[in-house]
């Protein structure tokens, strides 16, 4: 049988493992930081009538700069962050791996490189390694707050290209300080002129602010933010960044032509239209979050402050059997390859309190 090591793949991709959080089919799945909340009825029936009214035309590629969309992208982010934004800072991709993977193809690339604060979201790495973007990994702290004396003296020593910032952070859901960022991007604008994304797939459940603000006068800052998290639409496949105009205008030097299809977008402009609604089940879900760190801790548990829609907690002597002890009692958690520590979603309150049930009769037989 023919396997990969027979093929004449890229060097780099040899020995390489694929993304892979498992997709099983177990009663209370809280492993992939989705939304637990289904669409409500009334969002499903716009999306039906807007997706009825694209395929009228579906003989006709897409609008290529998805203009609607991103109009209403930017009208989104000026509301609910007070800095104004405008279409043209706005770029829109299929789920924010594309949107990053746009950005390295532009900035990174073969003889370039990226530099991450890790642990973090595994896609970062994967994502320079598939455009030919070397890695690095870079310092956190004990508590997994980014360690600013290393991290800037990694850029000074490595000088690499793109810096991802990922805040609130995967697995750990630690935010990273305004004044944090601002120290990171002119280290890495004194070492060279290179591009700083500070992935914000998780902030709307932060207790603390968007850092979009921070993009005035830095135009090697780009957000990255998605539609997949408390928009609630995983499946939609919707990510997008807002950055300064020339950044939009250089991704496109690599993005495919009409790489946002006219389904894709109807249903987006569906979703925004249900913002509010949608928000509000992030309130649910951070008071959820709130409830499960502290019955966690109450349990003598050891948890990290989470401003995300899942926390990481721990610490076990054999994470993967703890793991595996709580997926026997029907839960899927996330084991994320971090010693010690296990990550787990906020789901709904009954997800929740079966997560809680399974890990009370867990720890009892350690
Ligand atoms: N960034 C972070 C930090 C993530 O955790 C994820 C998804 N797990 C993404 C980006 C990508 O999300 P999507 O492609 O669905 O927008």
């Known amino acids: 049988m023919t396997t990969i090591d027979d093929l004449p793949i890229r060097d780099e991709l040899r020995g390489q493992s694929p993304y892979g959080a498992p997709q099983l089919d177990v009663p209370v799945q809280l492993n992939t930081n989705e939304n637990p909340y289904p669409l409500p009825e009334a969002l499903v029936a716009r999306i039906a009538e807007r997706v009825a009214e694209a395929a009228r035309h579906l003989n006709r590629y897409p609008d290529r700069d998805a203009v609607e969309l991103r109009t ?13 934004v405008g279409r043209a800072q706005v770029w829109a991709a299929n789920g924010s791996n594309e949107v990053l993977q746009q950005l390295l193809q532009t900035f990174g690339g073969p003889g370039r490189t990226a530099l991450g604060f890790e642990p973090s979201y595994s896609m970062h790495a994967l994502i320079s390694r598939g455009t030919g973007t ?8 004990e508590d997994f707050t980014v360690d600013l004396d290393a991290a800037v003296a990694t850029i000074a020593e490595r000088r690499p290209h793109v810096v991802f910032v990922c805040s609130p952070n995967n697995p750990t859901g630690t935010a990273v300080e305004a004044d944090t960022v601002l120290a990171l991007y002119e280290a890495a604008q004194a070492a060279r002129p290179s591009l700083v994304i500070v992935d914000e797939a998780y902030v709307e459940f932060s207790h603390r602010a ?8 830095r135009p090697n800052l780009v957000v990255s933010r998605t539609m997949s998290k408390a928009f609630g639409a995983a499946g939609l496949r919707l990510g997008y960044l807002a950055a300064d105009a020339a950044v939009v205008d250089a991704v496109q030097l690599v993005r ?9 977008q109807a249903t987006a402009l569906a979703c925004l239209e249900h913002t509010d609604t949608l928000l509000g089940y992030v309130e649910r879900l ?13 349990l003598g548990l050891e948890v990290t402050d989470s401003d995300a829609n899942f926390i990481q907690f721990g610490r076990f ?3 993967h059997a703890v793991w595996q002890a709580i997926l026997d009692r029907g839960v899927l958690v996330r084991d994320n390859g971090v010693p010690g520590w296990l990550r787990v979603t906020a789901g709904t309150p009954a997800e929740n309190d079966a997560f809680l049930d399974a890990v009370r009769f867990v720890i009892k037989e350690l």
């Open 210 to 217: 968007s850092l979009l603000p921070l993009l005035e006068g």
């Open 256 to 264: 495919l032509p009409y790489h946002l299809s006219a389904v894709t």
């Open 72 to 84: 209403e992208l930017a009208a989104y982010l000026t509301r609910t962050t007070g800095h104004p």
């Open 134 to 141: 070397g890695w690095i990994s870079g310092p956190r702290n």
């Open 317 to 319: 002597a054999d994470t």
């Open 286 to 298: 951070k008071a959820e979050r709130d409830r499960l760190v502290d019955a966690l801790r109450g």
